[in-house]
């Protein structure tokens, strides 16, 4: 059937909505949004001719994959927009990457490679250039970091490399460059579809950018001044099941939405904020913005010649990670205690309703679900940031290769001599208060990921389910922990016999402001005290069971760990 509307729609920001009176909606998000873009009263049906659909028989097995995938993976990554994506009856090569995250195995990236090399200047997005087929392209490069084989990350990397490549010649990166969907009187509803499908193509294309950066100690390839899209809807209006659903989402979307883009959004969160004023952000915007910073991180990661920049440096970045925290914080203490108590209406859990039918018990657990697993996804990358910034990571990285070294690096002089340096430098850092600053973080990494199977399992978040970053973030916690004791910084009291106090770091991960005070002492001045970590000594002589409880948090199957952590972990063959 057809949907005839008047002539002329109303463009999205022409009309506001009014916020009822006693509303205790926070005034930063106080909802200003379009109402009134479907003009139902106008509305005709006018039957189509009838058209017969022979049934199809349902796959049991490829529903159960596509629901693995809309319960575990969409809200992550909600790259297209799934009232579309149900509505297609071919089995779309998205539609197939679909199936293939939720049923886990390699397939279509021999397909896309030779396909993205062949665009040039003279093509266009959304017309000789699918979209579809780059939401394809970037769901297998997002699946190689869940699935965690080395060569699916490699090719990954090299997709990535070519679809950025693609999108540039393109000129999807280019603010003035104008869209099919921009003419007037375009279906207001289909335009933000459209509008969104670019956003979330740019935002989540910039995301796992950042981490195969991480991953492989590269630069990203994307830069946060590229990102001139407006801030793509929020997940709950991006994925509303029908028209009329979607019209009552769109009116309560805040305004500030469409009015900000995504890089002035990161240049506004990384700034230092007004209390009272602070720009409005939800969990996936600090989530960019956690992005954004591994630029600043790489390029202070290699201020070798210049060690006074760098300590400005990583000072700031300190301030910018402890502010986007504190955002993290803030809106974990807004999570309501009891799900079932009426506080769907609660104005953050609504922008992260989906397709859960509301007659049913226990439907506002979806919400609160995809809140908590966002929010430890990006804890985890504030905490995998913070030890980026004072770790030392890639030398510690490069200690642990140094441990099975090739003929060629064992001949080399020059390898010999940076072996040496490091091992050195390395010596000097376990002693400074960034060692121990790193040390706190690490044990929040590994206790957050213990405390899953005891608090969160209900709710979805198991280690097999979570964002890939959190594995990356447990091996680089692993390596901290493991070069503290390989060094002997400390020592436990067989191997350095003599009296000391004893310190256990778990302690710390507790929240409260004694607790804080404690450690930030230590972390100044650490007194010659002993550390543990859940009553095992830092020493090289229980580096063994250490790595145990750090190996413990990581799915067995993710092999990429040893190239993260080389060597530190046992697997068995």
């Not at 199809?56 to 990554?77: C, M």
């Not at 099941?241 to 009116?251: K, S």
């Not at 900000?260 to 209390?275: A, D, V, Y």
């Not at 690490?442 to 209900?458: C, T």
Request: proline share 6%; glycine share 4%; hydrophobic share 40%.
């Amino acid at each position: 059937m057809t949907l005839e509307t008047p002539d002329t729609l109303p463009l999205p920001a022409t009309q506001t909505h009014q916020v009822p009176e006693g509303s205790n909606m926070p005034g930063a998000f106080k909802l200003s949004g379009p109402t009134g873009l479907v003009d139902w009263s106008s509305a005709k049906i006018l039957p189509d001719q009838p058209l017969i659909i022979p049934d199809k028989p349902v796959d049991p097995t490829s529903a159960q994959y596509l629901d693995i995938y809309f319960t575990y993976f969409h809200h992550r990554w909600p790259i297209f927009h799934r009232p579309s994506f149900e509505d297609e009856n071919e089995n779309t090569l998205v539609v197939s990457s679909a199936k293939m995250i939720g049923a886990w195995h390699e397939a279509l990236l021999d397909q896309l490679l030779p396909r993205l090399c062949k665009i040039t200047s003279q093509d266009r997005l959304q017309q000789s250039l699918s979209l579809a087929f780059c939401q394809c392209a970037l769901l297998n490069i997002i699946f190689a970091l869940y699935y965690g084989k080395e060569s699916a990350i490699s090719s990954a990397i090299m997709l990535r490399n070519v679809l950025i490549a693609a999108l540039r010649e393109v000129e999807f990166f280019k603010k003035e460059t104008a869209w099919v969907d921009e003419k007037p009187r375009y279906f207001v509803p289909m335009r933000l579809v459209k509008l969104g499908s670019r956003q979330r193509l740019a935002t989540y294309l910039f995301k796992v950018d950042s981490y195969l950066s991480v991953l492989r100690d590269q630069p990203a390839i994307i830069f946060p001044q590229e990102l001139h899209f407006s801030l793509p809807s929020a997940f709950g209006q991006y994925n509303a099941n029908g028209l009329h659903i979607w019209e009552e989402r769109q009116a309560d979307e805040p305004l500030y939405r469409s009015q900000l883009s995504i890089f002035k959004m990161i240049t506004e969160g990384l700034q230092e904020q007004i209390p009272g004023l602070e720009q409005p952000m939800l969990i996936e915007d600090i989530q960019t913005c956690l992005c954004a910073i591994q630029h600043n991180i790489w390029n202070v990661s290699n201020f070798i010649e210049c060690p006074l920049a760098a300590i400005l440096q990583k000072d700031n970045l300190k301030r910018q990670l402890d502010n986007l925290k504190a955002r993290l914080n803030e809106i974990f203490s807004q999570l309501p205690e009891n799900p079932e108590s009426g506080h769907e209406k609660h104005f953050l859990l609504r922008y992260y309703l989906g397709y859960e039918d509301s007659s049913q018990p226990g439907w506002q657990n979806a919400a609160v679900a995809r809140v908590k697993g966002l929010l430890f996804d990006a804890m985890m990358l504030y905490h995998l940031s913070s030890l980026q910034t004072f770790a030392e990571v890639r030398k510690i990285t490069n200690l642990a290769k140094d441990r099975r070294l090739g003929p060629i690096e064992e001949l080399s002089t020059v390898h010999r001599e940076a072996r040496e340096l490091r091992l050195a430098q390395m010596k000097s850092w376990g002693v400074t208060p960034a060692a121990r600053w790193s040390l706190c973080h690490a044990v929040d990494i590994l206790v957050a990921h213990q405390n899953i199977s005891h608090h969160d399992g209900s709710l979805g978040l198991t280690i097999w389910t979570l964002d890939p970053v959190t594995h990356i973030a447990v091996c680089v916690a692993a390596l901290v922990v493991w070069v503290y004791c390989t060094l002997d910084i400390q020592g436990c009291e067989m191997c350095t016999p003599g009296s000391a106090a004893i310190i256990e770091l778990t302690r710390w991960s507790v929240s409260g402001a004694i607790y804080e005070k404690e450690k930030e002492a230590w972390i100044e001045n650490s007194n010659g005290a002993r550390i543990q970590l859940q009553g095992i000594q830092l020493c090289s002589c229980n580096i063994e069971y250490l790595m145990a409880l750090f190996q413990g948090c990581l799915p067995v199957s993710w092999a990429v760990a040893d190239s993260v952590a080389p060597g530190i972990f046992k697997f068995t063959t």
